[in-house]
């Protein structure tokens, strides 16, 4: 399918898309609402619920506290100087309890104030009625078979205790005879007097289940409630589907949605306690349908899908428009990309306008352009480690035929002491870890001081400076830079948490050849030459001096005053006729210490006797610098051979330079 037609259809089916992604956000939004709003709404329910039982059950514990109703009782009654109004007689005196309840009867007052089909009661310790709220009339009936009334006098006094009742409940209708439009269930609370530690009397208050829900004002909200007693009583508004469904959950879980209870309710559980906020007396359900909610959900989609076919038909449109207009240029930049491909770098592209495929089309230009210019030096060239050596011969193409130049340059190498011992003691993963490191913090400074990094030759270094980018202060770099290697292995060891390494550094400088070496199909950018060479065999003369950094004196002499050093002696290297001065590099300029620099001056004073033939005034100021820097590698060396032409004195022709045995 071509470019046009793919736009085309994409643009359809993004509207497509969009309008689908719409209607399904839509109603995830509707639901999700819905659902939030019924949450809301059950936690409003169990707070109401939960008010409305604390005070009904403070409105009980306010009256049947018989210190609260001792005076009123007194005012109606005969026992007016009696504190337990014959409660706590030992004996059965029933005509005093009728006598009592003739008072109460006859009395015009309220115990409670309780609504309509709501009761209160007071027993004497036998459970028979004294008096009943619902029933002036009602006297000596048997209250016992009351669950709550029988657990307050089975306490032996001081029992407080609440209970789900049914209305028909023969010793409810006993103790409180009720209206026939009474509701089916009663919440009743029971609580014992024990007056002088004898039980006393009870006092027993019965509440419509019906009147206890309808405190919970949820009617509006569609929300309905159901309160389950232990025997099955129920009062409440929720059909038996939704009811055995809810009876199913787990007491005071989240909300859990039922579609399979006569349409999709969400439903919680949870307990009603009694007088004492902890024993459950019943089970409460609360339910909503979430149907009624999600009406509109059926809608949605259709009347997405209407208003969405103008902006449909737009879309197709816009789309059949732009796909033209995309595809001109594209079609253009195709062909010209597939005439580069078969090699034809002469391509160029038209640009008739400043926008995005204006610039790309100016672009692709300078892209062919740059080919044409790169593509000389592709075929030659490699990975190099200096970003100089890439730029210069990106800059300078005829830089990198095969062959070289001669140019004085300075040359470093370096190779880390002990490595090898250690190696042996470590897994093979951990050493290449420690070299890594190593190359990275080397290789960084060495770029950092203008050097090239030609190679890597197992835990050695070679770098070079002054190329490719011409450099005047090549000599100052290398030198710096090998003071650097000792800065890199002081970082690594504090990383590391120990000194395992150490490294020795040779660096010459002279002329030499540099540039590519190698064949048509493999080249390396190097230097080659006896500068090279005798820079390599530096570096090994470290371990007979006991230091760390040897230069030659042409690389000290090209260097200047950038860094402090000594000279340690004329060497002769193995294979060569002609001595060379070698130098120490100690550090940059003005950061010797006194003691070393004091070790130094003896030291150069002890070289020019050595070299005098004055050996014993030598050993004197060598073991001078000793004592100014115990430990010092070359006076120790030097006190050596002082001591060994003592006891066997030089040839006559002895120039004063040390010949080197080994590379």
């Known amino acids: 399918m071509s470019i046009r037609g793919r736009l085309t259809l994409f643009f359809v089916a993004f509207a497509l898309v969009a309008i689908v992604l719409t209607s399904m956000v839509s109603v995830a939004i509707v639901r999700n609402r819905a659902m939030a709003d019924a949450n809301q709404a059950f936690l409003t329910a169990r707070a109401q619920l939960a008010t409305s039982l604390r005070l009904r059950y403070q409105a009980f514990e306010d009256t049947s506290t018989f210190s609260n109703v001792q005076d009123v009782v007194r005012k109606v009654t005969k026992y007016k100087d009696k504190s337990d109004f014959g409660f706590a007689s030992p004996e059965d005196d029933l005509a005093s309890r009728k006598a009592l309840h003739d008072d109460l009867a006859d009395a015009q007052w309220d115990w409670t104030g309780t609504r309509s089909g709501s009761f209160f009661a007071l027993t004497d310790y036998k459970g028979r009625v004294i008096y009943a709220s619902t029933s002036k009339a009602a006297w000596g009936s048997d209250a016992m078979p009351l669950k ?360 010459n400088t002279g002329e030499m050849i540099v540039g590519n070496i190698g064949g048509e199909e493999g080249q390396d950018y190097t230097v080659i030459g006896d500068a090279v060479n005798l820079a390599s065999r530096l570096e090994g003369v470290n371990k007979e001096y006991g230091t760390r950094i040897i230069v030659a004196e042409s690389t000290i002499l090209a260097a200047g005053d950038v860094v402090e050093s000594r000279e340690l002696d004329r060497v002769r290297v193995k294979g060569k006729t002609l001595a060379v001065g070698i130098y120490e590099v100690l550090a940059e300029k003005g950061a010797v210490a006194p003691a070393l620099r004091t070790c130094v001056a003896a030291y150069t004073r002890g070289l020019a006797a050595h070299r005098a033939g004055d050996f014993p005034a030598a050993i004197a100021y060598f073991a001078e610098a000793l004592h100014a820097q115990p430990g010092d590698g070359p006076s120790t060396t030097m006190i050596e051979r002082s001591r060994a032409f003592l006891l066997d004195p030089p040839p006559p022709t002895w120039d004063g330079a040390h010949t080197l045995t080994s590379k």
């Open 148 to 507: 709550p009334v029988a657990q307050a006098y089975d306490s032996g006094g001081g029992f407080r205790g609440a209970g789900v009742v049914r209305a028909n409940d023969p010793a409810l209708v006993a103790l409180a005879p009720l209206p026939a439009s009474a509701s089916g269930a009663f919440v009743v609370f029971a609580a014992a007097t024990a007056p002088s530690g004898v039980p006393g009397s009870a006092f027993v208050q019965g509440i419509t289940a019906d009147d206890l829900l309808r405190d919970v004002a949820l009617e509006d909200r569609g929300t309905k409630l159901a309160l389950i007693g232990p025997d099955g009583v129920v009062a409440g508004d929720l059909s038996d589907a939704v009811r055995k469904a809810g009876l199913a959950l787990a007491d005071d879980g989240p909300p859990v949605e039922l579609g399979d209870a006569g349409g999709t309710w969400l439903v919680e559980r949870f307990p009603l306690t009694g007088l004492d906020a902890k024993t459950p007396i019943a089970t409460v359900l609360v339910a909503r349908n979430l149907d009624v909610g999600l009406e509109v959900l059926n809608q949605v989609p259709l009347l997405l899908a209407i208003a969405a076919l103008l902006p449909l038909g737009l879309a197709v449109g816009l789309a059949a428009f732009l796909a033209e207009s995309f595809t001109r240029p594209i079609v253009e930049l195709e062909g010209a990309a597939r005439r580069v491909a078969a090699g034809n770098l002469d391509t160029t592209l038209v640009v008739r306008s400043r926008d995005e495929i204006g610039s790309l089309f100016a672009e692709f230009n300078v892209m062919t352009a740059g080919l044409r210019e790169s593509l000389r030096i592709r075929a030659t060239f490699k990975k190099y480690l200096a970003p100089e050596v890439v730029e210069y011969l990106l800059n300078h193409p005829d830089a990198q035929a095969l062959g070289g130049q001669r140019r004085e340059l300075s040359v470093l190498f370096s190779d880390l002491a002990g490595f090898t011992t250690l190696s042996e003691s470590l897994e093979p993963e951990a050493v290449v870890g420690l070299l890594n490191q190593y190359f990275t913090e080397v290789s960084r400074r060495v770029v950092a001081r203008g050097g090239t990094i030609d190679k890597y030759l197992g835990d050695a270094v070679m770098a070079f400076f002054g190329a490719p980018v011409p450099r005047a202060d090549h000599a100052a770099g290398a030198c710096l830079a090998a003071l650097d290697h000792l800065e890199a292995l002081r970082v690594l060891s504090a990383r590391w948490g120990k000194d395992v390494l150490s490294v020795r550094i040779g660096v």
